[in-house]
T-cell receptor, first 109, second 117 residues
Framework: AQRVTQPEKLLSVFKGAPVELKCNYSYSGSPELFWYVQYSRQRLQLLLR??SRESIKGFTADLNKGETSFHLKKPFAQEEDSAMYYCALAGLGAQKLVFGQGTRLTINP | GAVVSQHPSWVICKSGTSVKIECRSL??????MFWYRQFPKQSLMLMATSNEGSKATYEQGVEKDKFLINHASLTLSTLTVTSAHPEDSSFYICSAPVVAGGTDTQYFGPGTRLTVL
């Protein structure tokens, strides 16, 4: 069964501190992993995907197949990073997304 | 960028009535759209895949007679909650994919909050 687990519902860090949002997944094949972000009063939007291997807004995420993880990292958090973050999985070639429970990130000034 | 709209943004209805929610792709065509449901403080759960010109595909545990989906055009999918009950109160979100460079990107609507009294 496909499953995405985000162990932290809430995460609070100070501005300038490193941040890591954890995501673990369960999938029998080769998944596509995504991070979606939802800022206050805005719709869900794609932050990054593992196949792109790019950094968006200073965030990076590396797919670790051995640990079945796709943690989201940023070395220096900014106040505008405060948002709800969802890790999501799709089977290769599929468009249906399975979401984790989400982590609410708060960056304190 | 691609924009997906939903209408209405919120709706309150009486128990036993039916409610229709629209999902539109404003500047692109979508042969497939997806409907998600989100309960308070919970994650998004896929309900069904809406297919233009054919029947929707429902996820396990989702009653197709309860949640009617119609995808009559390349820019519009509708979700009708029939005989709504208070337990159907939720946030309903649709998404539509845009394919570019060989990869799909899902664009989400703003969601519709349904409250059934």
């Amino acid at each position: 069964a496909q499953r995405v687990t985000q162990p932290e519902k809430l995460l609070s860090v100070f501005k300038g501190a490193p941040v890591e949002l954890k995501c673990n997944y369960s999938y029998s094949g080769s998944p596509e992993l995504f991070w979606y972000v939802q800022y206050s009063r805005q719709r869900l939007q794609l932050l990054l995907r593992h196949i792109s291997r790019e950094s968006i807004k200073g965030f990076t995420a590396d797919l670790n197949k051995g640990e079945t993880s796709f943690h989201l990292k940023k070395p220096f958090a900014q106040e505008e990073d405060s948002a709800m973050y969802y890790c999501a999985l799709a089977g290769l070639g599929a468009q249906k997304l399975v979401f984790g429970q989400g982590t609410r990130l708060t960056i304190n000034p | 960028g691609a924009v997906v709209s939903q209408h209405p943004s919120w709706v309150i209805c009486k128990s036993g009535t039916s409610v229709k929610i629209e999902c539109r792709s404003l500047d692109f065509q979508a042969t497939t759209m997806f409907w998600y449901r989100q309960f308070p403080k919970q994650s998004l759960m896929l309900m069904a895949t809406s297919n233009e010109g054919s029947k929707a595909t429902y996820e396990q545990g989702v009653e197709k007679d309860k949640f009617l989906i119609n995808h009559a055009s390349l820019t519009l999918s509708t979700l009708t909650v029939t005989s709504a009950h208070p337990e159907d109160s939720s946030f309903y979100i649709c998404s539509a994919p845009v394919v570019a460079g060989g990869t799909d990107t899902q664009y989400f609507g703003p969601g519709t909050r349904l409250t059934v009294l």
